[in-house]
């Protein structure tokens, strides 16, 4: 969904280049709450009385989630928005 309303929005303010802003749009948000989590975890496991940090294999799970199938929907869904009549 997010991909195909960043290209509906593109197309509607006559941008060109839909790739680049799906990127942003793939890589951004999820990006920076992807880093912040891992720095809070990070901080988490070098303290040694936190119970709460994620074990490592659930955010190599996580990010492959992320890299494996939320970014190529993402370009779906934009390619898709850029293709309709606005």
């Known amino acids: ?3 195909y309303v960043t290209a509906r929005f593109y197309k509607t303010f006559k941008g060109e280049g839909w790739q680049k802003a ?3 749009t793939a890589f951004g948000f999820p990006g920076i ?8 975890d990070i901080m988490a496991t ?3 009385t ?8 659930s955010i190599v799970v996580l990010l492959f989630l992320w890299l494996g199938i939320l970014t190529p929907l993402v370009f779906l869904g934009a390619y898709k928005g850029f293709k309709c009549d606005v």
């Open 1 to 3: 969904v997010a991909g």
């Open 50 to 57: 936190s119970t709460y940090a994620v074990p490592v294999m």
């Open 22 to 24: 799906t990127a942003c």
């Open 33 to 40: 709450a992807f880093g912040l989590c891992l720095i809070v």
């Open 46 to 48: 070098l303290s040694q």
